[in-house]
Nanobody, 124 residues
């Protein structure tokens, strides 16, 4: 079991930045592939970014590539999502998730553990 708690969401103007944090507790953090997903009102949850355990490989959706960066602090059992050049279309509830899959995975079905989500609102 692993428990995930997100923080860092808020209201920001277009072009601004936010850094989301996801603190993990429970079983060994370093053995989980960590992911960020988001869900806007009326839309399905979508993949944003992932960081695999072991290899340290990362992946991003095309919509955030070059603007968002995922990172992990194993000493703090925390995964971060640095979001720069934010756009109104980035507005959503952002979820942190953990998967036992080895390597990067973009499918929400492969993530067994989820946080409660944090709201990000980008104004134009």
């Amino acid at each position: 079991q692993v428990q995930l708690v997100e923080s860092g969401g808020g209201l920001v103007q277009a072009g601004g930045s936010l850094r989301l944090s996801c603190a993990a507790s429970g079983r060994t953090f370093s053995r989980y592939t960590m992911g960020w997903f988001r869900q806007a009102p009326g839309k399905e949850r979508e993949f944003v970014s992932t960081s695999s355990w072991g290899t340290g490989n990362t992946d991003y959706s095309d919509s955030v590539k070059g603007r968002f960066t995922i990172s992990r602090d194993h000493a703090q059992n925390t995964v971060y999502l640095q979001m720069n050049s934010l756009k109104p279309e980035d507005t959503a509830v952002y979820y942190c998730a953990a998967s036992t899959v080895t390597g990067v995975t973009t499918s929400s079905r492969t993530y067994a553990y989820w946080g409660q989500g944090t709201q990000v609102t980008v104004s134009s």
